[in-house]
């Protein structure tokens, strides 16, 4: 497991525009280990939005077209930058990884270790 740190969430506009940053430690990225992240409303299951590894990235549908998942080995950082926000991307974002997974998936069993999410809300 690594311990992970989600930044960057906040409130904006319908239409704008926003950056997720994850922050991990305990675990360098020496390669593209499974990273990923979701998102959660209330009374809702968590739903995959992205993930990226040694296989290349994967999103959902409803993220294809407006956010991009990119990562920095050197720093051992995950970002997720949101484009064109709707007010149904209102939610809990949360970052997601498994040092011991190389492949992308959009299951959140495949993941062992989470971050603690952060507010991201979008105001029509």
């Known amino acids: 497991q690594v311990q992970l740190v989600e930044s960057g969430g906040g409130l904006v506009q319908t239409g704008g525009s926003l950056s997720l940053s994850c922050a991990a430690s305990?675990?360098?990225?020496?390669?593209?280990?499974?990273m990923g992240w979701f998102r959660q409303t209330p009374g809702k299951a968590r739903e995959f939005v992205a993930a990226t590894a040694s296989t290349g990235t994967l999103y959902a549908d409803s993220a294809k077209g407006r956010f991009t998942i990119s990562r920095d080995n050197a720093k051992n950082m995950v970002y997720l930058h949101m484009n064109s926000l709707k007010a149904e991307d209102t939610a809990v974002y949360y970052c997601?990884?498994?040092?011991?997974?190389?492949?992308?998936?959009?299951?959140?069993?495949?993941?062992?270790?989470w971050g603690q999410g952060t507010q991201v809300t979008v105001s029509s």
């Open positions: 305990g675990r360098t990225f020496s390669r593209d280990w499974l």
């Open positions: 997601a990884g498994n040092p011991i997974r190389f492949g992308r998936t959009s299951n959140p069993t495949d993941y062992n270790s």
